[in-house]
Each structure stands twice: as C-alpha cells, then as structure tokens.
C-alpha cells in the first residue's frame, strides 16, 4: 500500500497570505490528523477529521481550519498567514477499528512552511 | 490532562551497543496507548513501536524493546545492536483509548550513533 502523501513539500509565502496543505491517507483509512511541529513548541495537536467530520481540535486559533472529502483527503487552510506559523505540518492517518475508535497513527512527510 | 515527559534531550551510543531511552506519562486514565516513534533527518515520523496499557507484556520489534510499567506510569525504549541508521530524534507519545484521539507528545530525545 502507497504511504500517507502530503503536498506540497515546501512552501514559501509572505505574512498575510493563506496556504492550503493538503493530505491523502492510506488507502483503506478513515482518519486524518494533522500536527504542527516547531523547534518551540514542539508536536501540537490540530485536528483529526473523520468521515468528514472534525471530531477533535486542538488549541489553535480560527485562522487554522481543515475540511475532510468524501475519499478521505483532507486539507487544511491558515489565512492571514503569521512568521510564527513557519513550521513542519504533519498529517497522519489512521484506520478505523470499529466502535468510534481508530488505530495506530501512520504519517506522510510532512510539509514545511516558510513564513517571510 | 495527560502529559509526556522525555527528560534526555540527547543522547549518545557507540555502534552495535544499547541504550535506553526514557519516557514518563501522567494520566488518570486506565485504557490507552504508547508509542515511540523516529523522525530521521528527513522528517519523516516512523512509528517505532506500541504498547496497549491493557497488555503486561511488553512489545518488542526486532532491535528494538520497551520496558512498560503501567504503576510507575514509565515507557522506555531500548534499542539494541545500535546501527547507524538508528540516528534521529525519537518521540515518545500517548494517546487515549476511549475518546479524543489525539498524540500527545515528548519533546523528543536526539540519539546520536559514533562509529
């Protein structure tokens, strides 16, 4: 099976603007986390977006946001774009067990942001 | 609230020896899940190993081995045999069983591999 694929790889953008990351699961899982990861604060939690729906948020503000489609893929916007936003977006996903629960976290490459 | 403490920030090993590394939790809950992962110099989080909270045994992938002691609330990783490609930065991390599946993160322990 193909791994997690994040897009793109590498994104330069200013302060102001908005980005939009994108993360397509392994084939077969229904979960998608993203992470925010900074040499500060460490790994940060997001969301998880399952079955298109945003079951759980993190502690970031409203510029963040994501959006889960019907074959799984999911994508996250940041507008207004901070120099603190500059980090490494990880996505994950994740199979569906049964009951509500999801497996194991298994993460694509990740996408570095740069914020000038 | 649950948290993840990683107290080495680094640590150093001589080629086709072992080392361990430490990883503590805080937690009320009963049912949940640890994992260690590695993140190379590519970026790219591998998941190393997982432990159930509900299994005593502890899991062991080949090289690598965990000591879990569910009371003492500690999950460290021992690597075994240590190989140059074991050169990265491992995270411990926690996640609930029940709800909010969400990984909550160690700050990460840099193991540095001399030939």
């Given amino acids: ?116 | 609230a649950q948290t993840v403490t990683q107290s080495q920030p680094e640590m150093s090993v001589q080629e086709a020896e072992t080392v361990t590394l430490s990883c503590t939790y805080d937690t009320s809950e009963s049912d949940y899940y640890l994992f260690w992962y590695k993140q190379p110099p590519s970026r790219q989080m591998i998941l190393v190993i997982r432990q159930e909270a509900y299994k005593q045994q502890n899991a062991t992938e080949n090289r690598f081995s965990v000591n879990f002691q569910k009371a003492a609330k500690s999950f460290s990783l021992k690597i075994s045999d240590s190989q140059l490609g074991d050169a990265a930065m491992y995270f411990c991390a926690y996640r609930s069983a029940n709800s909010n599946y969400q990984l909550i993160w160690g700050a990460g322990t840099k193991l540095i591999i001399k030939p």
């Fill in chain 1, 1 to 116: 099976k193909a791994g997690v694929t994040q897009t793109p790889r590498y994104l330069i953008k200013t302060r102001g603007q908005q980005v939009t990351l994108s993360c397509s699961p392994i084939s077969g899982h229904r979960s998608v986390s993203w992470y925010q990861q900074t040499p500060g604060q460490g790994l940060q939690f997001l969301f998880e977006y399952f079955s298109e729906t945003q079951r759980n948020k993190g502690n970031f503000p409203g510029r963040f946001s994501g959006r889960q489609f019907s074959n799984s893929r999911s994508e996250m916007n940041v507008s207004t774009l901070e120099l603190g936003d500059s980090a490494l977006y990880l996505c994950a996903s994740s199979y569906y067990s049964g009951g509500g629960k999801t497996d194991t976290q298994y993460f694509g490459p990740g996408t570095r942001l740069t914020v000038l």
